[in-house]
């Protein structure tokens, strides 16, 4: 069974940083793509960030437009565990932000991943 748990979420001001974490277990399979996606009431659930690290012998990184220069995704393998690092926090990043896994990061879309964590909340405050 694949588990995924996220924490690291709060408040923090405007300018501010967070990282998130996701501990995942139970994920055996040999094509691997972990990412992170983020949900505003009332909008749809959007791609943040995705990493994949394997069976290709480079690692692929995806970060959306929105997070460029400011957010890095990256993996403890030997602690299995997922970061989210964000910096220079807008209010616009307010939202809940879910950690998730599928094959690939071909598509960083909510129908092509199909393990999820609960999510942690993220508030920028003005």
């Known amino acids: 069974q694949v588990q995924l748990v996220e924490s690291g979420g709060g408040l923090v001001q405007f300018g501010g940083s967070l990282r998130l974490s996701c501990v995942i277990s139970?994920?055996?399979?040999?094509?691997?793509?972990l990412a992170w996606f983020r949900q505003a009431p009332g909008k749809e659930r959007e791609g943040v960030a995705c990493?994949?690290?394997?069976?290709?012998?480079?690692?692929?990184?995806y970060i959306a437009g929105f997070g460029k220069g400011r957010f890095t995704i990256s993996e403890d393998r030997a602690k299995n565990t997922l970061y989210l690092q964000m910096n220079s926090l807008k209010s616009e990043d307010t939202a809940t932000y879910y950690c998730?896994?599928?094959?690939?990061?071909?598509?960083?879309?909510?129908?092509?991943?199909?393990?999820w964590g609960q999510g942690t909340q993220v508030t920028v405050s003005s």
């Open positions: 998730a896994a599928a094959s690939t990061c071909s598509t960083v879309d909510r129908s092509h991943f199909y393990y």
């Open positions: 990493f994949s690290d394997g069976p290709v012998a480079a690692p692929y990184t």
């Open positions: 139970g994920f055996r399979q040999r094509d691997r793509a």
